[in-house]
């Protein structure tokens, strides 16, 4: 059998302690006698639990500090109510003016949007960290849209009535119609930013679509591998994360192709996600069936491995 | 620990939130939740260390999937309550997604 210097040329190190996490660093741990590595981790963790479970939740935020607001309980009743996430609990904030689910959510936890909703609700409102504020309504209400952007530079797209494809702008003070995706859609995420959007799956049915926007108008890139709508996004254009989704599935995307990473522990759709989160830093909490409080965290990282033999 | 199963291990435990299923749990096993607080996991050590640390109800297979059968069968009812008048189907799953379909436990 070849040793490892024949295959790489060089000596594994003896140590005598694991070094710092160095994702593919091989070592020999002389004071366990283990064959150590550190490798790359994609996983979900449980966070806690929302005060109020719902679904149609909007959201916005990170993993430390994220904000889901409005939503569809059990009873069921429509709610305003908002929740902040401090990386371990859910805190209650100032509820929406105006109750309603189904709502797009982006921006950050001190600086949050939410808007259109219900059936065709065209409000749009922004947070401060304690309260809602109502701003220009968009031109065309709706219902599972999607969003991206900040509360100064936004876009929102898709929806429903039937399955839309109309994008409006946000520059701060007033929405205004630009061009549309290219496959009108309902129930779909989205990413990124008011210049760097992406678009990505929804329905009527399962779609696998997905379109970049580069801040005029939207082209078509390769399709998620897995085909759903009511899914929940986090991260930017070209560094996304796509999860749930009435499955537990969670994919990365590079800027060019979708490729499946660790999967939720229960799957759901309509759930609020992380706008503002990064592709290795996520955030899922609410949704349904049955519909829930969980929240949970994706997170990135490195794990020292002992190596076993047989 | 359920012994009806073969590969898998089936719990009834309601999710306690932060802490109950960490990222070296997830690393380290299978876990797949259901409705009716339903879990199954992979049947490792580090799994049945899993449950007892969140005093999970061990379960068989056929209890688990009668309890998330029954759960599914209230989504159901609870979908088909759920309407506005003059509302379309098509409609009603754009507002409410589509009706909950059945789950079968691996």
């Known amino acids: 059998m070849a040793t490892y210097k024949e295959l790489k040329g060089i000596n594994i190190q003896s140590l005598d302690s694991d070094p710092t996490a160095v ?28 005060n109020s479970a719902r679904y149609g939740v909007g ?32 805190t209650e904030s100032g509820d929406l003016n105006t109750a309603r689910y189904n709502l797009a959510g982006f921006g950050t936890q001190t600086a949050g949007f939410g808007v259109a909703g219900d059936a065709t609700l065209v409000v749009a409102e922004t947070y401060n960290g304690s309260s809602w504020s109502e701003t220009g309504d968009i031109n ?27 994008t409006e702008s946000w520059n701060g003070s007033a929405w205004t119609e630009v061009n549309d995706l290219n496959t009108g859609r309902r129930q779909l995420g989205g990413a990124g930013t008011s210049t760097a ?29 897995t085909a759903r709508h009511v899914l929940a996004g986090s991260g930017i254009q070209t560094a996304a994360l796509a999860f749930g989704g009435s ?43 049955p519909i829930t409080n969980a929240t949970e965290e994706f997170s990135t990282g490195v794990s020292t491995e002992t190596i076993a033999f047989d | 620990m359920a012994t009806d199963k073969g590969f898998f291990n089936y719990w009834v435990v309601e999710n306690s939130g932060k802490g109950f299923i960490t990222h070296v749990d997830s690393r380290k ?59 379309t189907a098509a409609e009603k799953i754009g507002r409410i997604g589509a009706k909950p379909t059945d789950i079968t436990l691996p």
């Open chain 1, 23 to 50: 994702e593919g660093e091989v070592w020999y741990n002389s004071g366990t006698s283990l064959l150590k590595m550190h490798v790359a981790t994609e996983s979900w963790a449980s966070g806690g639990n929302m």
């Open chain 1, 59 to 90: 959201s916005a935020g990170t993993q430390t500090a994220g904000l889901g607001f409005g939503g569809d309980t059990p009873t069921p009743s429509v709610v305003g109510i908002a929740e902040e996430y401090d990386g371990s609990s859910w």
């Open chain 1, 140 to 166: 065309t209400g709706r219902n599972v849209l999607a969003g991206a952007g900040t509360t100064t530079a936004a876009i929102v797209f898709g929806g429903t009535p039937g399955g839309k494809d109309e």
């Open chain 1, 197 to 225: 959007g992406l678009a990505f799956g929804g329905g009527p049915g399962n779609k696998d679509e997905t379109e970049e926007w580069n801040g005029t108008s939207w082209s078509e890139q390769n399709n998620l591998n």
């Open chain 1, 247 to 289: 499955v537990n599935r969670t994919e990365k995307y590079d800027g060019t192709s979708w490729t499946e990473t660790s999967d939720l522990a229960t799957s759901r759709g309509a759930l609020g996600g992380s706008p503002a989160g990064t592709q290795g830093t996520a955030l899922a909490f609410g949704g349904t069936p």
């Open chain 2, 29 to 87: 096993f299978w876990i797949s939740g259901y409705p009716a607080n339903v879990w199954v996991c992979d049947d490792i050590p580090e799994s049945r260390d899993w449950g007892a640390r969140n005093s999970a109800a061990t379960k068989t297979k056929a209890e688990a999937q009668t309890l998330v059968t029954n759960a599914v069968n209230t989504a159901k009812s609870d979908w088909d309550d759920n309407n506005v008048d003059g509302e």
